[in-house]
């Protein structure tokens, strides 16, 4: 019996005292075991839970420092990338301006070159009819003067127009302008004339876009074969 309950004073008293008789042992060590041993678990429990907490408070500490850090790293990588796509932008501005400036060159040289061919027209168009003129006063008998000025004019400015020239096919008609205008072989201003007028017309054609540089310089080398002449009268430009 329970040394201090008397009598049964409650059914839990009466039920542990009755299973103590029974087992003939003394209840109040296991109770007070089991009140132990429940607040020790108890203790133990919140221990756990505070540890756990702990841990948890742990990670969750380590996991906003890691967002911030990846926040911090993510804003760098955007600043890089805005730094990089500003250098990018800066850079296609450049080639840009760069790619315009190097068209208005091509452009104004383009242009240079077609008024020193318009030159080179000019100037043989002015040798061609001194000649006509040398041929015309040696054939009405008067005092005739070679067309030397006029030739010398135009040579300059074949050379002139060769050394404006931007590609190198650019060149090819005009040495063999310059080559059809310097021939000593022909005997008769009128194939003279005949070349010249040729050559005119064929730098005008390329410059037009007609002819290639490669078939004007074809053309111009190609000479064309004079008409009948009235007369047959003969005269060397190179005296």
């Given at each position: ?16 005292d009755g299973v103590a008789n029974a ?23 919140a221990f756990v839970v505070w540890l ?51 068209q208005d060159r091509g452009f104004r ?131």
């Open positions: 019996m329970i040394p201090f309950a008397d009598s049964c004073s409650t059914p839990l008293i009466c039920a542990i087992l003939d042992v003394d209840p109040l060590p296991g109770f007070f075991l089991t009140l132990t041993a429940t607040f020790l678990g108890a203790v133990t429990g756990l907490s702990r841990g948890r408070q742990k990670q969750d500490r380590e996991d906003r420092k890691e967002e911030r850090k990846q926040d911090r790293l993510d804003r760098e990588a955007e600043r890089e990338q805005a730094r990089i796509d500003r250098s990018s932008e800066l850079t296609s501005e450049r080639m840009l301006r760069q790619i315009e400036r190097e040289a383009h242009e240079r070159f077609d008024v020193a061919v318009a030159a080179v027209i000019e100037r043989i168009g002015a040798a061609q009819a001194a000649t006509l003129l040398y041929r015309h006063e040696l054939s009405a008998g008067g005092a005739a003067l070679p067309p030397h000025g006029a030739q010398a004019q135009m040579h300059s400015a074949i050379r002139i127009a060769q050394m404006t020239a931007t590609h190198p096919d650019d060149v090819k008609p005009l040495d063999a302008t310059f080559a059809v205008v310097t021939a000593r072989n022909e005997r008769t201003s009128q194939q003279t004339a005949l070349n010249y007028q040729n050559a005119a017309d064929t730098l005008a054609e390329w410059r037009r876009g007609l002819l290639t540089a490669d078939q004007a310089a074809e053309k111009i080398r190609h000479r064309p074969a004079p008409r009948p002449p009235a007369d047959d009268e003969a005269d060397d430009l190179s005296r």
